[in-house]
């Protein structure tokens, strides 16, 4: 300091300095303890040489007269506001151990210090204070002391609490409790010990001679260690007490000068091993009665003396007769090695290592006895007791002969790997769950069909269900829940989607096991993939779809030639041409339209009957009524054929339920076969009867025709099923009537067989239908009409002008529409043969124009038209305020169940499968024309027509 030109500084030559401040440096440089002084508002830094040590070569000696924020600029958030504070006044501050790390001896030190802030007073500094002085001693080494010393005590109280063993302290010669660890607290049962002296915590132990121990230790300073001591404490005051076996060890304890000053205790409860060598020990005896029983044996290792004592028992298993049972362990004469199978040999440093390490081992191995048998024996290895450095001294050896069980292993390994195998080719896999811990297991064939990982992937039930399609999880949880409440297996088609984004299907076998009380145990089965299954089954499906649409569509575009074809020959026979042979023309024309119709009915039953979408409508009829339905439907070819035809019908009625339709679609399909089956001129009889025995309906048709041979007796009800055509007969069926007409009578209960003597000798078929019981006259069956035909209304009431002569019928304005010009064409001149005024149009545009300028009474609508369809045409006419009275027929190739709804959903009142019959056609005109006759044109300003290249028929 006083080397220092203090001109330059803030504080100026020392001679300028105010007497306050050069009394503190005074006495700043005549003491050892380290000083500093921060003076003046810049708080100018003055320190003495005690206190340059701790600051470093840093800051000595250009701090001197320095700012004190230069100087001490990385820690001035620490000292500043200190500072501030004495300057202003606040009086002295005072820390103790603080850390204030600093820069020092070129890198950054953690310091510890204890210091106090003065005031220095100066009259002449604003506020009376012109500095502070700061006396400070560096305790870093202290506070590194003091935390290693904490270190080390929080060090061994963590070892105190978590030693394997018991652990207590005691102090002074009372032997206080001082502090014990959770062992010990456990093993005195839980007892409040601390504050406490043994004899107040532990009064039991007083007569055991414990105390006195603790006291000798005490006194003489001299540990006392115990092994196996028996000790009996009360867990409950009071109580039974319970013994204890331990090893233990007082430790005394003594401080600087060698006086005891307390006993550390600790040791291990080895009462769980003590009780094992005591059970062993009771149960040797009982031990060796068994061993003969189960062809085991024993024999002593003692290592110690290299020998091996054997028990009878052991001797007979290994086939040994040693003189007192006294055997020799290693070299030559080791006579367990001698006995092992050569491949088992190498097992023999196993077990040492074993027995070194633990106290119960398990051993399987081979031995050759004398007379050459190979034995497999299993049993276990017990060291009893360990020599000082903790080898194995006496060993027992207890094994039994497990050449059986090994067997049965061996052959139940080589089955699991045959059901490993036949899951594999199979595509199955297999599980197992615990219904109760949801423990499951998967057999390695199942994480496949799942596309899981066997490494990555643990099956649980919750892991399991999210594996399953969302749509599947309730159904699967559903079923399964039900069946194993119900004590029945379930089969479940379930879908999972595997990791690499493929859709697998998935079909479950699985069952439950019960227990004696009925409480379902576990649930197990097999899981098989049928992916490529349900593909296939899915194009079956869509190849039967196909054949579905194929069939209806082949059918309307056969219906749409059809109906024209009908129309000119029925107009044909209006016209009245007289010949013979066009009359035999107009007939042979009529009934092959006919025909051809009834074959595409039959062809789309079929292709219902097959979907299982086939519905009967039942009603209470009368079989006779049905049978003579079916007859008018099959004379017309009974009759082309020559054949000759005799019913035998029941006086008394056969009352049913039934469909009307079908039915009679069954006996005439049967007797349609007949007459294309037999030669020309040939006979059919039709004979039906009540069978007494069963009360069902029987009916007979027996042919005189070609007759079935024994091997195709089945054949002919499959569907599209074809018997060979013989060589003198040119046309086969097309399998399909017969195999309707089995449907057909299955549906409603019943049966159809077929019989023949053979080729040649003719057929009959019988059918058997359950008959209803006889019913009052009030309730008897419906009256049926004369007549039927393959174009049905969708009306289910009879026209109100059934019955009506044709003259006598009123004439109605029609409008036919359809893009078929044949077919309307050929249905307009057959209506206007028949009086009606009709005007054709060949699209929807036209028929819908026609419709509001005409304003016709009665509409026949194809559904197919171009431009706007049928629907669309009658759902105008409908939504006109004219358009409610008028009459709309729809004719149409499409007539399946979901067509006629079609229509009745437009609006159309009648619904009419091409080809049409015109009788049935007109019974659905209205019975009166006043309500069309007032909304008709007037004549006198006609409606034009179309022109004649359009094919239009003229008004009258």
């Known amino acids: 300091m006083r080397a220092l030109d203090w001109s330059g500084t803030a504080l100026g030559p020392p001679q300028q300095w105010p007497q306050s401040l050069r009394t503190v440096v005074r006495l700043m440089l005549n003491t050892g303890h380290p000083v500093y002084v921060f003076w003046g508002e810049e708080r100018a830094c003055l320190y003495n040489d005690a206190y340059r040590r701790s600051i470093g070569p840093e800051r000595h000696p250009a701090s001197l007269g320095r700012p004190a924020l230069d100087v001490w600029e990385e820690i001035w958030n620490v000292i500043g506001p200190q500072i501030d504070r004495v300057m202003q006044g606040g009086g002295a501050t005072w820390n103790v151990d603080h850390l204030i790390p600093i820069t020092r001896n070129g890198r950054r030190e953690e310091v510890y210090w204890t210091y106090s802030y003065s005031p220095i007073d100066d009259d002449s500094a604003a506020g009376g204070i012109g500095g502070v002085m700061v006396l400070c001693t560096e305790t870093t080494g202290q506070v590194r002391a003091a935390q290693s010393l904490a270190a080390e005590r929080d060090r061994f109280a963590m070892l105190f609490e978590q030693a394997p063993g018991f652990m207590a302290l005691l102090s002074g010669p009372t032997h206080r409790f001082e502090a014990a660890n959770p062992n010990y607290i456990q093993l005195v049962g839980h007892r409040e010990v601390i504050g406490r002296t043994v004899v107040e915590a532990l009064p039991e132990v007083v007569e055991q001679g414990y105390v006195d121990i603790l006291d000798r230790v005490f006194e003489t300073g001299t540990a006392f260690a115990a092994n196996g001591a028996q000790l009996r404490l009360q867990a409950i005051p009071g109580g039974p007490a319970e013994e204890r076996f331990l090893d233990f060890v007082y430790q005394p304890l003594k401080d600087a000068h060698g006086a005891v000053t307390g006993i550390l205790v600790q040791g291990v409860d080895i009462t769980h091993r003590a009780q094992m060598e005591r059970e062993l020990r009771d149960t040797q005896a009982r031990l060796r009665a068994a061993l003969t029983a189960g062809r085991m044996g024993s024999w002593e290792t003692d290592y110690r003396t290299r020998t091996r004592s054997w028990s009878e028992e052991g001797m007979a298993l290994f086939g040994l007769d040693l003189p007192g049972g006294r055997g020799r362990v290693g070299g030559p004469d080791d006579e367990l090695v001698a006995a092992l199978h050569p491949d088992d040999r190498h097992l023999i440093a196993k077990f040492l290592v074993l027995e070194a390490t633990q106290d119960s081992f398990e051993a399987e191995y081979r031995i050759i006895r004398p007379d050459g048998t190979v034995l497999w024996l299993a049993g276990r290895g017990l060291v ?64 496949a069909l799942f596309g899981m990982d066997p490494t990555a992937f643990v099956p649980t039930p919750a892991a399991i269900l999210e594996l399953l399609h969302p749509e599947d999880q309730e159904v699967f949880m559903r079923v399964r829940a039900e069946s194993i409440a119900e004590h029945r297996p379930y089969v479940l088609e379930l879908r999972t989607e595997r990791p690499d984004g493929g859709l697998a299907w998935l079909l479950i076998h699985g069952q439950a096991e019960y227990d004696a009380a009925g409480r379902p145990l576990r649930n197990f089965g097999v899981i098989m993939d049928i992916t490529e299954r349900k593909e296939a089954e899915e194009a079956l499906r869509d190849a039967d779809r196909k054949k579905d649409r194929f069939i209806a569509t082949l059918a309307h575009e056969l219906r749409n030639p059809l109906a024209p074809i009908r129309n000119a020959i029925q107009l044909l026979r209006r016209l009245g041409d007289a010949s013979a042979k066009a009359a035999w023309c107009h007939d042979v024309i009529d009934r092959q339209v006919a025909q051809m119709a009834r074959l595409l009915d039959d062809l789309l039953d079929a292709s219902r009957l097959s979907r299982g979408q086939l519905r009967l409508r039942p009603q209470k009829l009368d079989l006779g009524s049905v049978i003579e339905q079916a007859i008018e439907i099959a004379q017309p070819i009974i009759d082309a054929s020559g054949h000759a035809l005799t019913i035998d019908l029941p006086a008394e009625a056969m009352p049913m339920r039934g469909d009307l339709t079908r039915l009679a679609q069954v006996f005439s399909n049967v007797l349609i076969n007949a007459a294309k089956y037999t030669p020309h001129g040939g006979s059919i009889a039709l004979a039906a009867a009540r069978d007494a025995e069963s009360g069902e309906a029987v009916v007979r048709i027996k042919d005189s025709g070609i007759g079935i041979d024994q091997s195709h007796l089945l054949q002919i009800f499959e569907m599209f099923g074809q018997v060979e055509a013989s060589s003198t007969r040119g046309q086969d069926g097309q399998g399909i009537g017969l ?34 019981a006889p019913e009052s006259s009030s309730e008897s069956a419906p009256t049926l009409p004369s007549s039927t035909s393959t174009s049905t209304s969708t009306s289910t009431s009879t026209p109100a002008t059934s019955g009506v002569a044709e003259a006598d019928r009123p004439k109605h304005r029609i409008l036919v529409a359809d893009d078929l010009r044949d077919s309307a064409d050929s249905l307009a001149f057959s209506l206007e043969a028949r009086g009606h005024k009709v005007n054709i149009a060949y ?31 009658c759902r105008a006419i409908r939504a006109s305020a004219w358009g409610a009275g008028v009459t709309i027929v729809a004719q149409t190739g499409w007539g399946q169940a979901h067509d006629r709804q079609r229509t009745v959903e437009a609006g159309f009142d009648h619904h009419l499968v091409k080809p049409i019959d015109l009788d049935v056609l007109t019974a659905l005109f209205p019975a009166s024309t006043s309500a069309s006759a007032a909304s008709l044109p007037s004549l006198a300003t006609p409606t034009p027509a179309p022109p004649p290249a359009t094919g239009a028929v003229a008004d009258a």
Do not use: C, N
Not at 747 to 772: D, K, N
Not at 852 to 872: F, H, Q, W
């Open 384 to 447: 009893v007791s360990r020599l000082p450095d903790g080898g194995p001294h006496r060993l027992v050896s207890f094994m039994a002969d497990a050449t059986e069980h090994k067997l049965a292993r061996e052959s139940l390994r080589i089955q699991h790997e045959r059901l490993d195998l036949a899951l594999g080719a199979g595509h199955m896999g297999a599980f197992d769950m615990h219904l109760q811990s949801g423990e499951l297991w998967w057999s390695k064939q199942t994480f």
């Open 739 to 772: 195999a309707l007409a089995k449907g057909l009578v299955e549906m409603h209960g019943g049966t159809i067989t077929a019989r023949s003597a053979g080729t040649g000798q003719g057929s009959e078929f019988e059918i058997r239908l359950p008959l209803s």
């Open 843 to 873: 699209d929807g545009e036209q028929a819908l124009q026609l419709a509001r300028t005409l304003r016709p009474a009665i509409v026949v609508l194809d559904l197919g038209m171009p431009k706007l369809s049928g629907y669309d045409v």
